[in-house]
């Protein structure tokens, strides 16, 4: 590799909002073709972005996708997945009259369709493990800066993943959300115990809406203002419980986040049954807005 410098276009899009500054934010490299995973984890370090996502190869209407947070790569991001897919129908990378397209993951292909101005993505296939102890909820609890008596024992807590695992934690109300101090420390500390990336508290918000705030220190993210894949298995863990009913094969609802970080933002869940009455997928929907462009420079060149 030669020492020239070349050039990588990237854009900066909020995810889950249509007011710039508000969702959340990811950055993408819409022609990522010869890069490595060395450059496109240096090229989401220099843009201090959370995660980034880079567009490796593409053939029609099937697109290979990567996905990077702070310290590595991940198999699946909701929010930057939404923001892309809006984003390569806005910039006219999808070929004429399409509205339905694959994103080729490094874990599975996952389908998208675009609805007017939204997208709607599926996530990875929901997985589910045996839930914690009580006693392990009280100390999440605990280093948030609460105590017991916050925890909602009418909703369902546990491990579930769609591209992340992820402890769900309930409480009683989204005041109580808003009000949780994390000690980042220690809850990287005890999420690395536990083997989750992220830890998500929610607390019912009204008919099919919930509020949420999620925690990731684990992934080198404090708190991730508005997230796809964690609300995507929040979906298929209420869905489970059967907290959110069934229509027509369909449980569809709602998740607001973002509040308490000033970027408000709304994430609507769909998650899909089969005639057997298992679950065939899990969807995430939202908008997305360009918040910025540029380009990024790096050493060597792309051979």
């Keep these: 590799m030669s020492s020239a410098q070349y050039r990588v276009p990237y854009l900066l899009v909020d995810a889950f909002t249509e007011i710039p500054g508000g969702g959340n934010r990811v950055a993408l490299v819409l022609d990522a073709r010869g890069m490595t995973t060395e450059e496109m984890q240096l090229v989401a370090t220099k843009l201090r972005q959370p995660q980034a996502a880079f567009v490796t190869d593409w053939d029609g209407a099937g697109f290979g996708v990567r996905f990077f947070a702070a310290n590595g790569e ?18 006219e990378k999808l070929p004429a009259g399409v509205k339905k397209i694959y994103l080729r993951t490094i874990g599975e292909s996952l389908t998208a369709e675009l609805e007017d101005s939204r997208a709607r993505v599926q996530s990875p296939s929901p997985r589910f493990r045996d839930p914690p102890s009580w006693k392990v909820l009280q100390e999440f609890i605990e280093v948030m800066g609460a105590n017991e008596r916050y925890l909602h024992r009418g909703l369902p807590y546990g491990i579930t993943f769609t591209g992340l695992w992820t402890l769900f934690m309930p ?16 809850l990287a500390e005890l999420s690395s115990e536990l083997e989750v990336a992220t830890v998500h508290v929610y607390a019912p918000y009204g008919p099919r809406r919930f509020y949420a705030r999620t925690f990731a220190p684990a992934l080198g993210i404090p708190e991730d ?35 308490r970080m000033g970027g408000p933002g709304q994430v609507d869940v769909r998650v899909e049954y089969g005639p057997a009455g298992n679950i065939l997928g899990v969807f995430i929907g939202g908008t997305a807005v360009v918040a910025e462009n540029g380009v990024v420079e790096l050493g060597g060149s792309l051979n």
């Design 74 to 91: 991940v198999e699946f991001s909701g929010h930057a997945a939404v923001a892309l897919v809006i984003t390569l129908a806005r910039e």
């Design 171 to 186: 409480v009683v109300a989204p005041g109580l959300v808003d009000a949780l101090e994390p000690d980042m420390e220690k």
């Design 225 to 259: 203002p508005v997230t796809g894949s964690p609300n995507a298995a929040l979906g298929a863990l209420l869905a489970r419980a059967g907290v959110v009913p069934r229509w027509e094969g369909e449980v569809n609802l709602t998740v607001t986040q973002g509040h």
